[in-house]
């Protein structure tokens, strides 16, 4: 009900996990979404047009196995203005099915710069996929280094064309904000800067204006 009636498609299937009926957890089209309507929210009814009323709020929800208060911690450590603004733990003879020791994080809620996230030890059924990246669009080089830097730190992955993973499984996309700057009506250099991204890792801002200029 609520926030999920409004989410999924009349016909679509809502998958139940063994915690998902406890924290209001559905499948959307094949992707996972997180209702408030255990937590009292009542979002505005669907009416003519659409789901109608006020734009809920949309925080994406992070799902781990044992380290949501670790990578919480971390990615407060790596972008600025950040802070976990609270924790809710397993409790003593818990009703949920995860398999966590009572005092375990179960949702770390924190936000990078500003925006909120949220952090949930849901057990090991799901891990995480390239299908899901957070973007993190860069001003300079440096910026784009820093980040790179410190999200492949301590057991991270470099991927192909600006992503990585970082030590949790993760995926995120580094890139410059020039990049939409470089997406030229041109055939030609927008051709030339596909092939010089394809060749990356990390994306290099002088080499893709590079490509750019001489196409």
Not at 6 to 34: K, N, T
Not at 107 to 122: C, I, M
Not at 163 to 183: A, C, I, N, Y
Request: aromatic fraction near 12%; hydrophobic fraction near 40%.
């Amino acid at each position: 009900s609520g926030l999920a009636e409004g989410f999924v498609v009349p016909g679509e299937q809502v998958v139940a996990y063994p915690i998902s009926s406890s924290i209001g957890v559905f499948v959307d089209r094949g992707l996972a979404a997180r209702s408030r309507v255990a937590s009292g929210h009542r979002p505005a009814r669907a009416g003519r047009g659409g789901i109608g009323g006020a734009m809920p709020r949309i925080v994406p929800c992070l799902w781990f196995n044992g380290q949501a208060e670790e990578a919480a911690t971390f990615y407060c450590s790596v972008f600025p203005n950040s802070r976990v603004t609270g924790v809710q733990r397993y409790p003593q003879d818990s009703p949920f099915p995860a398999p966590f020791p009572p005092g375990t994080a179960m949702t770390v809620l924190f936000e990078l710069d500003g925006q909120p996230y949220t952090a949930l030890n849901g057990g090991p059924e799901f891990t995480f996929s390239e299908a899901t990246s957070l973007q993190v669009f860069c001003a300079d080089q440096a910026e784009i280094d820093r980040y790179w830097d410190a999200l492949t730190a301590h057991g991270g992955a470099e991927g192909r064309c600006g992503w990585l993973r970082d030590k949790f499984g993760f995926s995120w996309q580094v890139v410059p904000t020039m990049l939409g700057e470089l997406q030229s009506d041109d055939p030609a250099r927008g051709a030339a800067v596909g092939r010089a991204l394809f060749g990356m890792n990390k994306l290099v801002i002088a080499e893709l204006q590079r490509a750019f200029d001489e196409a």
